[in-house]
């Protein structure tokens, strides 16, 4: 065995990432070992112009074994194993050789930051990636595979480290990512039949919640928070993940009751006072929204991803949280909110946002054309912000043309579609307004606002029975937002009698 570090990989068909992975560490590494699962494209050949060791292995559906097999090839003293999609921080690859003058037996606490572009937000996770080689050292788990519970017993001690893994993995479509974690659930279906334990539940649970199985993700996070084993950590994201579910389903009492448990367990977190702040907005507790928003603006410009107080942490953007604080001024019409929030906008580099919302606000903007400089300025942090503040002009010309631009670049975003039909609907197009509506169903079917809108548009044309079958539907599956079934039940009432006639 050599004193140098073994890079420790298994790979296949990843001809697009593993260039970058193997530039971010070849400087620091003495040996490349990469064992391939059957690749068919340039994989081998990118890893041969790296000079790495290449090994071939059968894969039966057990990311461990795998694993298992590269670590049986490397010969240096240390161990740092990655995955393609992954790059070494380009500040840890100048520090690592500082944490192997030891001759102790150590694991170090790597933080791994997932990116994802499309909702604009990071999650950063701890997990043991750079450890001193032991032959009786092994992965555990078909999937999410782990080494760590190897190495207690082997007595390792653990260090958090400064070291940083970037993961590009997840900056996929929402197709990509359910195809991943559908992939993954079936793994971990098997791994928690042979052997159950909370970590598995938990991932378990995180699969359902992104293939939108939510009753199932419900029920796996409930067993979790009962559990008296898992790490106090991941019981915060338990309560956390039934309270974004909760929420999303109108249920406004469990979802604050959940994430106050997870506050109380983990108060560092800035997307739980976040989620607090909005509940407390839907229940018209203002004052406390306002102070949980400040508390979330707090925890994100204190918060530090090399803290060894969160294993787990979803990053979310001090810009995300502002642009919430600038609505959350508009809707209950708070002007020294709104002035410090456009000031912490402009403070983190959004000064042509802000310029573009004042832009709008004057009502000096007569077309489209004198705003639309600033269309690269609006993303998905901040459409919603927008698409409520353009509700608010007058010039309904000015906000069609606006709206039609978003609606091309915006299409799964339900305010901008919810607002754009509106406004076909000032102009008396009622069929354009079905037809925006009825045409991205499948994203307008979990807002019982934007079924009441098509409801409301079926019988302005006299489409009755289509009117009365989306009431039917708002009435069973949103059963608990007691205000809108009940004006839902009135309507029908009345459109009954009037059909009956």
């Known amino acids: 065995m050599n004193s140098g570090i073994s890079l420790s990989?298994?790979?296949?068909?990843?001809?697009?990432h593993l260039s970058d992975c193997l530039n971010s560490v070849k400087n620091i590494v003495d040996e490349i070992v990469i064992v391939d699962t059957g690749s068919s494209d340039d994989t081998i050949e990118i890893a041969k112009s790296f000079n790495a060791n290449i090994f071939h292995f059968e894969w039966a559906a057990d990311f461990s074994a795998a694993r298992n097999f590269s670590l049986s090839k490397c010969t240096g003293n240390w161990i740092l194993y990655l995955d393609a999609d992954e790059r070494l921080d380009e500040n840890s690859a100048k520090i690592?050789?500082?944490?192997?003058?030891?001759?102790?037996?150590?694991?170090?606490?790597?933080?791994?930051?997932?990116?994802?572009?499309?909702?604009?937000?990071?999650?950063?996770?701890k997990y043991v990636r750079f450890f001193r080689n032991n032959p009786a050292a092994r992965f555990i788990g078909k999937v999410h595979e782990q080494i760590t519970p190897s190495l207690e017993k082997l007595n390792y001690?653990?260090?958090?480290?400064?070291?940083?893994?970037?993961?590009?993995?997840?900056?996929?479509?929402?197709?990509?990512?359910?195809?991943?974690?559908?992939?993954?659930?079936?793994?971990?279906?098997?791994?928690?039949?042979?052997?159950?334990?909370?970590?598995?539940?938990?991932?378990?649970?995180?699969?359902?919640?992104?293939?939108?199985?939510?009753?199932?993700?419900?029920?796996?996070?409930?067993q979790l928070i009962k559990s008296d084993k898992l790490n106090k950590q991941f019981k915060a994201e338990s309560y956390?993940?039934?309270?974004?579910?909760?929420?999303?389903?109108?249920?406004?009492?469990?979802?604050?009751?959940?994430?106050?448990?997870?506050?109380?367990?983990?108060?560092?977190?800035?997307?739980?006072?976040?989620?607090?702040?909005?509940?407390?907005?839907?229940?018209?507790?203002?004052?406390?929204?306002?102070?949980?928003?400040?508390?979330?603006?707090?925890?994100?410009?204190?918060?530090?991803?090399?803290?060894?107080?969160?294993?787990?942490?979803?990053?979310?953007?001090?810009?995300?949280?502002?642009?919430?604080?600038?609505?959350?001024?508009?809707?209950?019409?708070?002007?020294?909110?709104?002035?410090?929030?456009?000031?912490?906008?402009?403070?983190?580099?959004?000064?042509?946002?802000?310029?573009?919302?004042?832009?709008?606000?004057?009502?000096?903007a007569k077309a489209f054309n004198d705003v639309s400089h600033y269309i690269k300025t609006i993303n998905n942090l901040n459409i919603s912000l927008l698409i409520f503040i353009l509700s608010k002009n007058n010039n309904k010309s000015f906000v069609l043309d606006f709206l039609t631009e978003l609606y091309g670049r915006f299409r799964n975003n339900v305010d901008v579609i919810k607002q754009y039909a509106l406004v076909q609907g000032y102009f008396n197009k009622i069929s354009e307004a079905i037809n925006i509506l009825e045409d991205n169903y499948s994203v307008i079917k979990s807002d019982p606002s934007a079924l009441l809108y098509l409801a409301m548009f079926f019988l302005k044309s006299n489409q009755n029975e289509n009117a009365l079958n989306i009431f039917t539907a708002i009435e069973k599956d949103f059963s608990q937002y007691y205000e809108i079934v009940q004006?839902?039940?009135?309507?029908?009432?009345?459109?009954?009698?009037?059909?009956?006639?």
């Open 9 to 16: 990989m298994i790979v296949k068909n990843e001809g697009k």
């Open 96 to 125: 690592i050789n500082s944490l192997i003058r030891t001759n102790d037996n150590i694991g170090y606490y790597c933080t791994i930051v997932s990116y994802d572009s499309e909702v604009q937000r990071s999650n950063s996770i």
């Open 157 to 222: 001690k653990f260090i958090h480290s400064d070291l940083v893994i970037h993961h590009i993995g997840y900056d996929i479509s929402k197709e990509g990512k359910k195809r991943k974690a559908l992939r993954n659930l079936e793994l971990l279906k098997k791994d928690f039949d042979t052997s159950p334990n909370d970590y598995i539940l938990f991932q378990i649970g995180q699969s359902n919640f992104i293939l939108e199985n939510f009753s199932e993700a419900e029920k796996n996070f409930t």
């Open 240 to 364: 956390s993940y039934l309270a974004q579910i909760s929420f999303n389903n109108f249920n406004n009492k469990d979802a604050e009751n959940f994430i106050s448990s997870a506050i109380r367990l983990n108060d560092s977190q800035p997307f739980y006072h976040l989620l607090l702040s909005k509940i407390y907005l839907r229940n018209s507790s203002l004052k406390e929204a306002i102070n949980e928003l400040n508390i979330s603006i707090e925890c994100v410009k204190g918060l530090s991803i090399f803290s060894s107080d969160n294993l787990q942490q979803v990053n979310v953007s001090l810009q995300e949280i502002l642009y919430y604080g600038l609505q959350l001024s508009y809707q209950i019409n708070d002007l020294k909110l709104k002035q410090k929030m456009f000031e912490e906008l402009s403070a983190v580099n959004e000064n042509k946002f802000v310029e573009l919302i004042k832009l709008i606000e004057s009502d000096s």
């Open 487 to 501: 004006k839902v039940k009135a309507i029908k009432e009345r459109l009954k009698r009037s059909i009956e006639v």
